[in-house]
């Protein structure tokens, strides 16, 4: 079965500084793969994805992340934090007939 | 409207009350869903539905009960839940289902306390 890690449950920055959340996924096959983002009290909100093309794709709120199928990674950046980027991340993948399947979350933490 | 709507945004049941979460899509989806999203715990999908029809069901208690009247609408029936319920419930859609690359679009969740 497919899984998802996301190395550390809890990331803090200063304002400023930049961002680096970790995702990792098991797969013979490279997946779909996708980061969200999650407010408090609200719903999860689709920050990026990559399905094919170029590895390094870009998201909203300045956020970029890049496919590195050596590596089986999927890491999300962002130069400078704001403190509006506080929030719960998560990664998440799809393959083909099957169900996504997500991270655990991380939740950043930007500190002034 | 647009996007995904769940409503109540809040609630709070006893044990022996019967509720109905709900759930409406304006997207044009064919598939709708429904998560658990408790603390410290990752996302559950609990349910499928594609085009109307339930594809999934990740044994769920029978205390909850979905219903998918058309492709718009997704309820969620809840009786004799207990304390270990609570959780926030979150409803997503997505154009397709099996072998799709479109992602999942969520509503913002219904938060659910069971006393």
């Known amino acids: 079965a497919q899984s998802v890690t996301q190395l550390g449950s809890h990331v803090s920055v200063s304002e400023g500084a930049l961002v680096l959340l970790r995702c990792n996924y098991s797969?013979?096959?490279?997946?779909?793969l996708f980061w969200y983002v999650q407010y408090p009290n609200q719903g999860l909100q689709l920050l990026l994805k990559?399905?094919?093309?170029?590895?390094l794709v870009k998201g909203i709120n300045g956020f970029e992340a890049e496919f590195k199928k050596s590596e089986t990674s999927f890491h999300l950046t962002k130069p400078s934090a704001h403190m509006s980027d506080a929030a719960e991340y998560f990664c998440a993948v799809i393959r083909y007939g099957q169900n996504f399947v997500f991270g655990p979350g991380t939740r950043l933490s930007v500190l002034p | 409207e647009t996007g995904v709507t769940q409503t109540p945004r809040h609630l709070v049941m006893g044990m022996t009350n019967k509720k109905s979460l709900k759930c409406e899509q304006h997207?044009?989806?064919?598939?709708m869903y429904w998560y658990k999203q408790s603390a410290k715990k990752p996302l559950e999908l609990m349910f499928v539905y594609n085009f109307k029809e339930q594809t999934e069901n990740n044994s769920v208690p029978s205390r909850f009960s979905p219903e998918c009247p058309n492709s718009s609408h997704l309820f969620l029936h809840l009786h004799t839940l207990q304390p270990e319920d609570s959780a926030l419930y979150l409803c997503?859609?997505?154009?397709?289902?099996?072998?799709?690359?479109?992602?999942?679009?969520f509503g913002e969740g219904s938060r659910l306390t069971v006393l």
């Open positions: 997207l044009g989806h064919n598939a």
């Open positions: 997503a859609s997505s154009q397709g289902r099996r072998g799709v690359t479109g992602e999942l679009f």
């Open positions: 990559y399905t094919t093309g170029a590895t």
């Open positions: 797969s013979s096959v490279p997946p779909y």
